[in-house]
Every structure is written in structure tokens, then in C-alpha cells.
């Protein structure tokens, strides 16, 4: 599991330190967004990243996606549901 922030480098690892993350943590400063803009989580109006989540499966492709609008957490049922149905999806492959 890795973290993505529009943050700089060093702001994003001070914080990630001061808040006791034990996830790896990567800058999409510059160009600013480009990750976020790719997986359709940059607003453009406002000028960053929104909040979201993106499950990836083995093969590369996007298994599930959320993105929370400004001032509302995600929900940490449905991640843990959608990592739950890819895990069952790859139980059932042949």
C-alpha cells in the first residue's frame, strides 16, 4: 500500500514521520498532480488533489475506486469490502 500526496517531498516526509505512518508515502508535486490528474482525482478548478482510493489488481488494471468530496472522510468498510471481493475475484480464477 503506498500513500499519494500533491505535498513536496520533504513536507510529506516530515509529516508522515510527525504522524507515525509506517506506509510508503510519494510526492506528485511535479508536475504538480500528474498521478492524480491520470487517475481522474485532480480538480482542475480548484487546482489539487481530491481525497480518493484506488484498488489495483495483480494485472495492473483498476479494480475499484473511490473519491470523497471535499470535507468527507472515505469509508473504511468500503475499502475493506472492495479488497475483500479482488481477493475472492482471484480465489474463483482458474
Known amino acids: 500500500m503506498v500513500a499519494i500526496s500533491c505535498d513536496p517531498l520533504h513536507s510529506l516526509r516530515a509529516w508522515g514521520d510527525q ?3 509506517g506506509l510508503t508515502l510519494l510526492s506528485d508535486f ?3 498532480g500528474q498521478v492524480a ?3 481522474g482525482a485532480f480538480d482542475d478548478e480548484a487546482g489539487h ?3 480518493g482510493s484506488v484498488l489495483i489488481d495483480a494485472g495492473g488494471a483498476i479494480a475499484w ?3 470523497s468530496p471535499p470535507g468527507r472522510t472515505r469509508s473504511l468498510t468500503e475499502h475493506v469490502d472492495a ?3 479482488l481477493a475472492a475475484a482471484r480465489v474463483e480464477e482458474p
Open 19 to 21: 504522524e507515525g505512518f
Open 30 to 32: 511535479w508536475p504538480h
Open 37 to 39: 490528474e491520470a487517475y
Open 49 to 51: 488533489a481530491g481525497r
Open 65 to 67: 475506486s473511490t473519491l
Open 83 to 85: 479488497v475483500r471481493a
